[in-house]
């Protein structure tokens, strides 16, 4: 069995989906790339290799995954939402 090291520039993100899952991120500055990989259990699942440049997007992409943009106060109103403005 071939078990990889922890990256030693990045982090490992633990999955709510599946026991085992874990997301491993991993800096690769001499090749200018981050490599986000997916693990099942110990096996590496797939891969994704992004170039340093596309990270900015990627973390815009996820935070507003989870931060919902506030709505203008208008649009707010036509919801039926309250505005507290």
Not at 50 to 56: F, G, K, N
Request: hydrophobic share 45%.
């Amino acid at each position: 069995m071939f078990v990889t090291p922890v990256p030693s520039q990045g982090d490992i993100f633990v999955g709510r989906d599946a026991v085992g899952r874990t997301l491993r991120v991993s800096a690769h500055p001499e090749m200018d790339r981050v490599v986000l990989s997916i693990w099942q259990e110990g096996r590496c699942m797939g891969t994704l290799r992004l170039a340093s440049e596309d990270i900015p997007d990627l973390v815009r992409t996820l935070t507003a995954a989870v931060i919902p943009e506030e709505q203008p106060y208008w649009l707010a109103a036509d919801q039926g939402q309250a505005w507290a403005g």
